[in-house]
């Protein structure tokens, strides 16, 4: 059949996001792509955690709401997901655990205490039985054990996969395909790993989540990659400490969600008007305040939009996979240092933490931009006038250069000033930044478009991007994507949109934030088709939706 | 121009033609030519070049020697000068980063990164321009305004006690305390050089006067006095912390000037230094990461 969804769920603590990726390990190894929804609640120990892994031939980036296998730690697991379960599923419980269950038991207690192994061996027993019922070898569960648990506990890992694998049987069989084994990363991972592809040297962050797993994936690799990556007292500090960190020449980027960029915003409009580059990695949650703190959402659209007192250029992208973020966050730190504006890059909990195949081979680069840096000659003034509105740069420490950067209206040097004049001449100086990105970002696939164009246009941004072009499909529709939100590709979208039918606008969201936009700059963004409960849309789910549009 | 502006002649290039818009008699006019004293001197005798110097500011008067001084400047936001001044020290370890900040910028709006540059012992100069009152918003109690002060937001009174900043650094780590006064300013040069040379975070409280706001002339003329050699002994923190509280900002009592405290320690800085020394090819080790990957 070509595609299987698993889903394994249990109490927060028993390491099910890391059985996930496992479960995505193995089908990568047999040539499939793979997706994983991680769910949880904002607790450490106890409720109910579950993660939904997808394999398929082809690539994927969303969950279906049914299931093949369903791994059940605990009775909730199958209670909650009874609508995930159909004819063909295959259970697989704990029955130390689980009370009702009907499909195979196995008493997990009693095989870690035969085998004297750490209770969190557990997920190896499930791992093994999933292999078994899905025909998956015995070489290929091991080889994935192999590559994610840690020398020292891979024997009694072994064993109790092993006593897993013999507990069931053969109940279907997952073909090995032809495709190569790609490892699996997640969207945070992927931020930081484009980040420095980008020529990221510092990154600055509080931890807040969906992106504090940027912040730990860097910190963790500081050394490997040559980076410095640095937690301050808050998230003011947070963009201070990379404004001081750019001024003096080192490229940096800083990462949050909405709390954290409300704090941010001060330093993001003296950002604005000293013109010093940042890039800013802004994970959506649901809100308002605390909201769903583990939950995803694309309710800050605006919010990134306009933050900031004052009018200032900055570069807003919304990737919506592995590749896009890669190419796209390389992409915002270039232009963020080539017009020393503020650029964001807005994923949400959906991309940050959600696991895909990543296909580095098929990743196309854009070009490398570079900062404009002062040639040394004359008297150095920090934001000379030129034709396209950015001034050279220089840092402080080099010879014959006063460095001087200001947050009042400023002249030329940098010194303050409020002469009408002097005033006006600096404000249209940072306004034709804009002209110059907008301009720029012509060349630059700006707005996506997905498949043929027979039942209509399915417009979406961000995250549901996979949903929508696996929706597509079904109902003989064409999706729009608009990468870049800010400035927005006006041109792009008109050319991607003629024709466009029938139009629906899919968004995470209770307002239709896309489709302000869009009207904001004279677009009919049809009809919305929107989901605010803090989960993204299972691909059937939004067929369904969408039927309502294009039925 | 204020008649008290001392003629700056060694430094006279670091002046820069920006209009100077404090008032007659304000404090600040010290504290800009000993800070240019400071500089001129420092790059003389040690070695330091001019273009190694950089100022941040805050938002209030104080923040406008960013103007006034022809030497790097990053003319910041309200409360935030610190952890930019850590940013880049962090970016490029040669240069010499000195905060000039207001007791309402700093000890109100930005206190929490004046306590964790101070935790951390950022390798940075802190000089506080401490006039207890806000000038440039005319008139209203600052963190270190005495209890009773009448500001134009609180007509009938501060029924607070002012915090004393210099026993809030000590206990948050600060590895070198100061105090000056803005009418002895050679006193006032010797410490700035001494809290710009010392390897760690470096902190001096100025008592400021606001010619317009609060002339506390006569009451520092009447009640400080320069610390003698041996009379507090700066290595040890009790010592330190004794002298540091004979006087509250509060309560008349005798007022030090000097320097209080000043330890060596592993500076915040250093632990990051290695990590982007020779800027290697990242795209290199990004594409070893990835394939690497399980």
Known sequence: ??????????????????????????????????????????????????????????????????????????????????????????????????????????????????????????????????????????EVLEDVLRVSVPAKHLDSNLRVARRGYDAVEDVFTVERLDGPALPVLTGNEVTGFGLVHGGLES?????????????????????????????????????????????????????????????????????????????IVMGQRPGPSTGLPTYTSQTDLHFVLNAGQGEFPRFVVAPGDLEETYTWSATALMLSWKYQVPSIILTDKTLAEGAYSFDIGAVIPHPDQESVLWDGSGEYRRYAGTEDGVSPLAFPGREDAVVKVNSYAHDETGFTTEASEEVLTSREKIHRKEESLSAELTTYPAVMTYGARDAGTIVCWGSEKWACIEAAEELGCRVVQPLVLAPFPARQWKEAMVGAGKVACVENNATGELARLLRQHGFDPGRPVLKHDGRPFAVDELVARLGEVFG | MSPEQPAGKAAGGLITQAENTWCPGCGNFSIQHMMKSAIAELSEEEGIPLENFVLLGGIGCHGKLMDYLNVNSFYGIHGRAIPAATGIRLANPDLKVICHVGDG??????????????????????????????????????????????GRSTPGGITEHPINPLEMVLAAGATHIARGYTKKVRHLKDLFKEAIMHRGFSFVDVLQICATYFNLTDYYNEHAYELAEGEVETGRFESAQGKIREWDYDREAPIALGTFYSVERPIYEEHFQALTAGNPDRRALVRKAIDEWR
């Not at chain 1, 109910?48 to 791994?71: K, M, P, Y």
């Not at chain 1, 085998?115 to 070898?137: C, D, F, Q, W």
């Not at chain 2, 390798?123 to 006039?131: A, E, G, M, P, R």
Request: hydrophobic share 40%.
């Open chain 1, 1 to 138: 059949m070509g595609e299987y969804s698993v889903l394994i769920g249990g109490k927060a603590g028993e390491g099910i996001n890391t059985a996930g990726l496992s479960i995505a390990g193995l089908f990568s190894r047999l040539g499939y792509r793979t997706y994983m929804y991680f769910d949880y609640p904002s607790l450490i120990r106890g409720g109910h955690n579950f993660a939904i892994i997808r394999a398929s031939e082809r690539t994927i980036g969303a969950h279906r709401t049914l299931v093949d296998v369903l791994l059940a730690f605990d009775q909730k697991s199958i209670e909650n997901h009874r609508q995930r379960i159909h004819a063909g599923t295959t259970v697989i419980y704990d029955a130390s655990q689980v009370v009702r269950g009907e499909g195979y038991g196995l008493p997990l207690d009693q095989i870690v205490e035969e085998e004297k192994a750490p209770p969190i061996t557990k997920n190896s027993a499930m791992l093994g039985a999933l292999a078994r019922v899905a025909g998956i070898g015995r």
């Open chain 2, 105 to 150: 910028d700093t000890y109100a709006e930005g206190l929490a990164h004046l306590i964790f540059a101070a935790k951390r012992n950022s390798d940075i100069t802190v000089i506080v321009h401490d006039n207890r009152v806000y000038g440039l918003t005319t008139g209203q109690y600052t963190p270190t305004s005495p209890s009773g002060f009448k």
């Open chain 1, 203 to 279: 990154y600055v962050a509080y931890p807040m989540t969906p992106t504090s797993n940027l912040l730990h994936f860097l910190a963790n690799r500081a050394e490997g990659l040559s980076i410095k990556v640095l937690h301050p007292e808050n998230e003011i500090s947070v963009i201070l400490m990379a404004l001081g960190l750019a001024y003096a020449g080192e490229k940096t980027a800083i990462g949050t969600s909405g709390g954290g960029f409300c704090l941010m915003t001060e330093g993001l409009s003296l950002a604005g008007m000293s013109e010093i580059p940042v890039t």
